[in-house]
């Protein structure tokens, strides 16, 4: 590989902005899906969607849950395209995330929502999708343009629309100073040392990541990252899960990378990851917490949200890590920009 930055490392450090834009300009838009969530006060918030966005999703359902105290249910997309199954949701509210818009399952299944009862709501990259002119409500992420296979900005963003709506949705002050330490952390870690992780991933074959809650909604990220481009094979799973079956592979100098977040979930992450490193585990953290297998990141102010932050570290890692091995982490060969499914 060349020595000019991939599209993949100068898109990571978009990430700020459009953040920043992002929560700035849809003021408007976050106080009506507060409003309408105050109003229909629905017993459950269905999401759908693929790749990068379903982790985003994931993030917003520990989240949601964690905070509003309402579950949210991910909608598989075949059940409706390929099954033609019907929804009944009733004053609900559904919510389909989406970088291009242009998927014609997901599409289907917000469809299928509208006429099962529920206000639909499309997070999108492209405001000019048939997504959005389908939804009833349209949030932008103003991430921009995105040229690398591999989504960053808008996978950050779209991360950050959705905790910015559990805000509104909640009205948690400590989740609003969060959000706005939000795009001054992100231009922050973007100067995070993450090299003393690369000599235990550049010969190996496999791996795990792991977290609990918000940072095993993080670590499904970071796993689909390191497949597609590095060609890294990575699994991902709560650090509660791993401590069953997946354990019988953890072998001297396995390679673990984890997403911990400074909040209730430390401590039990903390003796887990203890009992990994006893079996051999090779284990890079990514916390605000320094510590010597850390790579560290600054922190919101708000726990939660700091597994955001992590990511953009982890990007700069895992797109040097591909460089390195020879392979261009903006096109890999087999996968394109917008995947169209159903």
């Known amino acids: 590989m060349g020595k000019h930055p991939s599209l993949m490392f100068k898109e990571t450090g978009e990430?700020?902005?459009?953040?920043?834009?992002?929560?700035?300009?849809?003021?408007?838009?976050?106080?009506?899906?507060?409003?309408?969530?105050?109003?229909?006060?629905?017993?459950?918030?269905?999401?759908?969607?693929?790749?990068?966005?379903?982790?985003?999703?994931?993030?917003?359902?520990?989240?949601?849950?964690?905070?509003?105290?309402?579950?949210?249910?991910?909608?598989?997309?075949?059940?409706?395209s390929v099954y033609r199954a019907t929804l009944n949701v009733p004053n609900g509210l559904h919510v389909t995330v989406s970088q291009s818009g242009a998927s014609p399952d997901i599409i289907a299944v917000q469809e299928e929502a509208k006429r099962g009862g529920a206000t639909t709501l499309a997070v999108v990259n492209v405001e000019d999708s048939p997504l959005a002119h389908a939804a009833d409500v349209v949030l932008p992420i103003h991430a921009g343009e995105e040229k690398s296979v591999a989504a960053t900005k808008s996978f950050i963003a779209s991360a950050a629309a959705l905790a910015a709506l559990t805000q509104a949705a909640t009205g948690e002050a400590a989740l609003t100073g969060g959000l706005t330490q939000l795009p001054e952390m992100l231009r922050r870690v973007c100067e995070a040392d993450c090299a003393d992780a690369l000599p235990m991933l550049s010969d190996a074959q496999s791996l795990y990541t792991a977290?609990?809650?918000?940072?095993?909604?993080?670590?499904?990220?970071?796993?689909?990252?390191?497949?597609?481009?590095?060609?890294?094979?990575?699994?991902?799973f709560s650090l509660a899960e791993l401590m069953h079956g997946p354990m019988q592979l953890v072998e001297r100098g396995f390679p673990i990378l984890a997403f911990l977040q400074e909040d209730e979930a430390l401590s039990a992450s903390t003796a887990a990851l203890d009992k990994l490193k006893a079996l051999g585990a090779g284990v890079v953290c990514?916390?605000?917490?320094?510590?010597?297998?850390?790579?560290?990141?600054?922190?919101?102010?708000?726990?939660?949200?700091?597994?955001?932050?992590?990511?953009?570290?982890?990007?700069?890692?895992?797109?040097?890590?591909?460089?390195?091995?020879?392979?261009?982490?903006?096109?890999?060969?087999?996968?394109?920009?917008?995947?169209?499914?159903?």
């Not at 609990?212 to 670590?219: E, H, K, L, V, Y």
């Not at 010597?292 to 990511?311: E, R």
């Open 15 to 80: 990430a700020a902005d459009a953040v920043a834009r992002l929560l700035a300009r849809e003021k408007p838009v976050f106080a009506e899906i507060g409003r309408l969530i105050g109003q229909r006060r629905p017993s459950v918030v269905t999401v759908a969607a693929r790749g990068s966005s379903d982790h985003a999703v994931s993030f917003f359902k520990y989240l949601f849950e964690i905070t509003a105290g309402i579950p949210v249910a991910s909608i598989g997309p075949s059940v409706v």
């Open 211 to 236: 977290g609990r809650g918000p940072g095993f909604a993080i670590a499904l990220e970071a796993a689909l990252k390191a497949k597609e481009t590095a060609k890294l094979h990575a699994e991902a």
């Open 286 to 342: 990514f916390s605000s917490r320094a510590g010597g297998d850390t790579v560290t990141v600054p922190s919101t102010g708000y726990a939660k949200l700091d597994p955001l932050v992590a990511i953009a570290a982890y990007y700069r890692l895992i797109e040097r890590l591909a460089r390195e091995r020879g392979l261009d982490p903006d096109t890999p060969e087999r996968l394109r920009k917008v995947t169209e499914t159903m």
